[in-house]
């Protein structure tokens, strides 16, 4: 049987892991409860992704800027309200459905689905990139 120095050393210890464990599930939770963030170079924010994404590699001349450009113009001072809230070309589907990355046409464009793979001709964007946007658009696709 234990003795009593045991028995006191035992609970001390059980106790002591029973802090350690709720202190650690609350840390988790409210790191849950907060926004979405992404562990890279590039913020889930929309100027970030206009200025490392849209502007060098949409919105060209011929693609997605200037006067000849295809819908929706991706100009910087254009972009985000040309595509937040707005309906696809075909209008069957939000180019950025604020809250939704699954059913945002852009994003799904973005991954070569509903369609062809933009940036049209070139390489599919990285995993760090596309991360960024599928969090930008899940976190409400605020103007930020």
């Known amino acids: 049987m234990y ?59 011929g693609c997605h800027g200037g006067s000849f ?8 001072e254009n972009a985000y309200t040309n595509i937040v809230g707005k309906n696809n070309s075909s209008g069957n589907m939000k180019l950025i459905e604020q809250g939704n990355s699954t059913n945002s046409y852009l994003y799904k464009r973005l991954l070569g689905e509903g369609g062809s793979l933009m940036p049209q001709g070139g390489p599919k964007l990285n995993q760090t990139i596309l991360d960024s946007i599928k969090v930008w658009i899940d976190n409400g696709a605020e103007n930020n």
Do not use: G, H, R, W
């Open 3 to 61: 003795n009593m120095k045991q028995l006191t050393i035992t609970l001390f210890l059980v106790l002591i892991m029973t802090f350690v464990f709720v202190s650690c599930s609350e840390s988790i939770v409210s790191e849950c409860e907060t926004d979405i963030k992404v562990d890279n170079q590039m913020k889930a924010s929309f100027k970030e992704i206009q200025d490392q994404i849209f502007t060098p590699t949409c919105a060209t001349s």
């Open 69 to 76: 450009s295809s819908y929706p113009n991706l100009e910087k």
